[in-house]
């Protein structure tokens, strides 16, 4: 009982300060059971080793910006179609820096840093990302470090077509692939979106995978860095991560909206309404009246099996643009990674972008540069202590759950421990009385019977002894002492046994005070007495 009253107080607690906690954005982070482990046991090293991440394997593009220039990169002058002059030039400003908080000596990365601008940046790959019997990886690292209030952190794998010029990068230069974090009015989203060229028209579209299942809002308003990861494998599936933790996943031709292979058959575009069609869904027949058994309670509307719809409505025809791809991995190769980018939040940071063909190559990339990030802030983060206080800011209400919860425990278990402390004190006083008031003197008052049963044996006058033996007859009938006791009875001569062995000295006034508190008695003391009188 004391545990699950001391649980119930630390349930409330954390509920209260978690409920505080994910509104201000601060979550334990969670690891992939896979992945490597860094254990800081919360305390900063005294002296971080930080190396640039060098990349391993087959890797068609990795950036750290470690070197402090944008080396490869190009910053675009296009602007942008069908708004206003002053608002559709690409005039963002790009920083390389260190992490406002948490940095790392040594570790830097891209910070777009104006709001209510447009931003675009791209850079070339080391070669062409080609969809064949590979699979693709791309990850890279998001840190919103002073929040988001709208705009987006995706990037987009631009398509190796002739025309693409890094100088023009816009919104709407092709591209294959859209992936990363973004956030609209109170929507806060993870994109994959591919383009999907139709193979008989030539015409792209988009296809969006399902939305992850989980709350993305932490990963927004924490300001940690987070890694995002894209998994497509060549058989069809794909795979979603934040932080190395599966996110989304699914299959190419059943989880994206809208589906990949068109219908077969669609509507009819030459079909037309007949002249005496009415457009009024419903047409009430003023002739209709209610059955006698008619039940309110059926059903408003029941289905009729047997209603069949009139030749030539509605009218289908077979899809002229049917196709059906069975493989939709095998998309358009691309070589540049750009991103094209609107915010109304500054400083969004980005870091250790990387793309491959092994999952292996992609981790331990992560491994030798984010995984320093999240041990730096894990040291950093503050104790349970600060946390409280921090909550509690701005939220006076938050004192009365502390206090609550404080003093719940010490409550419950003052009500569960001292009753018992009290009932024990209790049950030991009333032994100590039953002790004082049983009397302690019966075992020498029998040996005094047998004693004066033994004189009166001796020969004595006639009369006397017709008087005696009328007397002792008379004092047996009085007595009435059994042949045999009852366990009751044989408890409390053993006790009273007990208890003469440690007072053997008691007086004849006590023995009589212990006769008078035992009340009727039993029946050897009533003869003791009686005889003691007649001597007198």
Known sequence: MHFQGFSLCLGLLFISINAEFVDDGVEMEDFDENSEE??????????????????????????????????????????????????SIYDGRWEIEELKENRIPGDRGL??????????????LAKPFIFADKPLIVQYEVNFQDGIDCGGAYIKLLADTDDLILENFYDKTSYTIMFGPDKCGEEYKLHFI???????????????????????????????????????????????????????????????????????????????????????????D???????????????????????????????IPNPDYFEDDHPFLLTSFRALGLELWSMTSNIYFDNFIICSEKEVADRWA??????????????????FKQLMAAAQGRPWLWLVYLVTAGLPIALITSFCWPRKVKKKYEDTEYKKTDICKPQTKGPLELEVKEEKAALEKPVDTEEEKKQSDGEILEKEEEGEPEEKSEEEIEIIQGQEEGNKSNKSGSEDEMKEADESTGSGDGPVKSVRKRRVRKD
């Not at 919360?42 to 991440?53: A, Q, V």
């Not at 910070?111 to 070339?124: D, E, F, N, Q």
């Not at 309404?273 to 869904?281: L, N, Q, S, V």
Request: hydrophobic share 35%.
């Open 38 to 87: 860094i254990d800081v046991n919360g305390e900063l090293p005294s002296e971080i080793k930080y190396t640039t991440p060098k990349p391993i394997g087959e890797v068609y593009f990795a950036e750290t910006f470690d070197s402090g220039r944008l080396a490869g990169w190009v910053l675009s002058k296009a602007k942008k179609d069908d708004i206003d002059v002053e608002i």
């Open 111 to 124: 910070v777009l840093k104006s709001r209510a601008k447009h931003h675009a940046i791209s850079a070339v």
């Open 194 to 284: 591919f383009r999907h060229k139709h193979p008989i028209t030539g015409v792209y579209e988009e296809k969006h995978a399902k939305p992850p299942d989980v709350d993305l809002k932490t990963f927004f308003t924490d300001r940690k860095t987070h890694l995002y990861t894209l998994v497509m494998n060549p058989d069809d599936t794909f795979e979603v991560l934040i932080d190395q933790i599966v996110v989304n996943k699914g299959n190419l031709l059943d989880d994206v909206v809208p589906p990949i292979n068109p219908p077969k058959e669609i509507d009819d575009p030459d079909d037309r309404k007949p002249d005496e069609w009415d457009e009024r869904a419903k047409i009430p």
């Open 286 to 316: 003023s002739s209709a009246v209610k059955p006698e058994d008619w039940d309110e309670n059926e059903p408003a509307k029941i289905e009729d099996l047997s209603v069949v719809k009139p030749d030539g409505c509605p009218r289908k």
């Open 367 to 384: 491994a030798d540069g984010w995984r320093w990030k999240i041990m730096v802030a894990s040291a950093n983060e503050p104790g349970v």
